[in-house]
Structures are given as structure tokens and as C-alpha cells.
């Protein structure tokens, strides 16, 4: 009885083979690695998405009480007085510390030129943490303010945490009377916020032009101030201060992604201008942190995702 002779393959073959299956093997790599970068790049931008939604949102409502009075209590309100502080204030290119009172010890290490916004307001309920209606930017609440001096705080800035990260901060005081500040969110570029002044007389509450808290502060040193002593001095400015015509305010934000470091630069802009090109160039050189450019920035950030977001907020009481 005959045998057939069984046939394998030959080393071409073998070779041809498994050369077609490492091609597949790398093409399907690099629709996985493709993919899965992709995926990283939308959970980067939505997660900058929903930081820069939280802030705004946190920032507006903060603004949007400014000089809150509760108009519905029993108890008579505290009433402004004329000659009380305006009950919104800032600073240029500054940050603060954690637990000095205020804005009043300000620092010169701001984070690419970042701002501070500070805000006032009475609270609302007969107890220290009120009612629960009214809220500070750390969402604790604030019992009515008997005087001026008992108004609440809503200060946001911009410092770095332990580890090098920049971070839009709340600063508040407690019921106790100390100072605190906590995260709002981690990632900042820079944080600018301009003022819509309303500069009629008399006033509308309706903003003729936008301008820095610098240029706010030069306008309250020109004034020509009367008074026989310091206290009248400051009782003058504070009925005069040009903060008490501030209508609306505009902040910007520039946030950072987490994606992994990349030698090359994502594709993008290779400059911020956080309220448009126009303000940038006619005074990105006097008010700094309104332009950023990407090239300056570390270069561990340069190949990260970036996001901008601005917003403007009319201010729903007299600032005064």
C-alpha cells in the first residue's frame, strides 16, 4: 500500500506569515493607542470643562450677592451708610495668604500675573451660620451683620499648592473670626477680572467701559479728599471711592489639563488673551496675566490640553 507524503510549510511561507501577522498586530496597535489617546483627550477637555463651569458658577453667585441686604426680615437691616467701605475690591497681579485678615497683607508672587477679587455682603438668620440662604464662597452660611465691620467675605486668588500646582482659591473668615482659604479648583493659568464701571452722573448702574483694579485705584488716588484728620480723610474716599461704581464685573480664566507630558506641543493657539485680542494689545503690557503666551509657559504644561473661559455678571445690588 503506497503512502502520500505529508506537505508543510515552507520557511517562505512561515516567514510570509508571520510577517503579515506582526503588520496586523502593529496596525491594531496603533488603532488602540490612537483610540485610547483620543479618549484621554475628551476626559481632559471635559473635565477642564466642568472646572471652568464650577468656577464660574461659584465666582458668580458670590458676585451676584454683593451688598445683599435682607429687605424680607423682621429685624430692621443693617443699612449703608454713605461713608462705609464699597463692598467690592481688588488687586492686580497679587495673591494672599491663607490666614492674613482680608486682602489687607497682599503678595507680590502671583501666579502669571493673577488677580484677586474680594466681595462683602450681609448675611441672613439670627445665628453665626445664619439661615442657610446666604452662603460664602466656601458654602458656609452667615448670620445677619449687626455692623459694617460684621460683613461676610468672598475673596478668591490664585497660589500654588505643596506640590507646585496652581489653584483658584476661596478665602473667607470663619464664625470664629479666623481666616481660611480652600481649593476651588486645581490647574489655573491665570485669573483676570476687570470692572464695568458706570461713570453718569448720576450713576444708572449700567457700565460704561471696563478697566483693572489698577487703574480703579489710580482714579481713587487723583480724588482731591476733604477732611480734618486721617479718619475723615477715609470716611471721604469711602463715600467717593470709584469701587462704589462698579456695575458688573468680568472674570477670566485659563486652565490646564492633566494629560501626560508630550515632547511636542498639541496644536492650538500660541497665545491666550483672556479678554480678547483688542484689551491685550493696548494693555497687555500694564495689566499683566491678560495675555499668555504658550511658549513661556514651564515646559512640562506646553503640550497640555488648555481651556479659556470668561464670563461677564451684572451686579444685582448697588455696590456702594
Not at 501577522?21 to 470643562?49: C, E, H, I, P, T
Not at 473668615?173 to 452722573?201: E, K, M, P
Not at 470716611?235 to 464685573?249: F, I
Not at 492650538?268 to 493696548?282: H, R
Request: aromatic share 6%.
Amino acid at each position: 500500500m503506497s503512502r502520500g507524503h505529508q506537505k508543510g510549510m515552507s520557511l517562505v511561507e512561515l516567514l510570509v506569515a508571520l510577517s503579515l501577522g506582526a503588520m496586523l498586530m502593529l496596525a491594531a496597535s496603533a488603532m488602540l493607542l490612537a483610540a485610547s489617546s483620543s479618549y484621554a483627550d475628551q476626559a481632559d477637555y471635559a473635565r477642564l470643562s466642568d472646572n471652568g463651569r464650577y468656577a464660574l458658577d461659584t465666582i458668580a453667585r458670590a458676585v451676584r450677592q454683593t451688598a445683599y441686604v435682607n429687605w424680607d426680615a423682621s429685624a430692621t437691616p443693617l443699612m449703608h451708610a454713605p461713608y462705609d467701605s464699597a463692598n467690592i475690591a481688588g488687586l492686580d497681579a497679587r495673591s494672599l495668604g491663607k490666614n492674613s485678615a482680608g486682602i489687607s497683607l497682599p503678595l507680590t508672587n502671583a501666579v502669571n500675573g493673577s488677580d484677586v477679587l474680594a466681595l462683602r455682603y450681609d448675611g441672613a438668620g439670627k445665628d453665626v451660620g445664619g439661615d442657610g440662604s446666604v452662603l460664602n464662597c466656601a458654602g458656609f452660611g452667615l448670620g445677619a451683620a449687626h455692623t459694617q465691620a460684621q460683613r461676610g467675605w468672598s475673596i478668591f486668588y490664585v497660589a500654588r499648592d505643596d506640590a507646585g500646582e496652581a489653584e483658584l482659591r476661596c478665602k473667607y473668615r470663619s464664625a470664629s473670626g479666623g481666616w481660611g482659604a480652600d481649593a476651588i479648583i486645581r490647574g489655573v493659568d491665570s485669573f483676570q477680572v476687570l470692572y464695568g464701571l458706570d461713570t453718569d452722573n448720576p450713576p444708572d448702574g449700567v457700565p460704561n467701559q471696563y478697566v483693572s483694579a489698577s487703574e480703579l485705584a489710580a482714579r481713587d488716588a487723583a480724588l482731591v479728599l476733604v477732611g480734618m484728620d486721617e479718619a475723615a480723610l477715609q470716611r471721604d474716599l469711602n463715600q467717593r471711592t470709584h469701587w462704589k461704581r462698579v456695575a458688573s464685573v468680568r472674570v477670566a480664566l485659563l486652565l490646564h489639563g492633566e494629560a501626560a507630558q508630550r515632547t511636542k506641543a498639541q496644536p492650538g493657539p500660541a497665545q491666550f488673551d483672556l479678554f480678547g485680542a483688542a484689551y491685550a494689545d493696548a494693555y497687555g503690557a500694564s495689566d499683566t496675566g491678560v495675555r499668555i503666551v504658550r511658549a513661556t509657559l514651564p515646559l512640562i504644561q506646553q503640550g497640555r490640553s488648555y481651556h479659556l473661559v470668561q464670563l461677564t455678571i451684572m451686579l444685582r445690588n448697588m455696590p456702594g
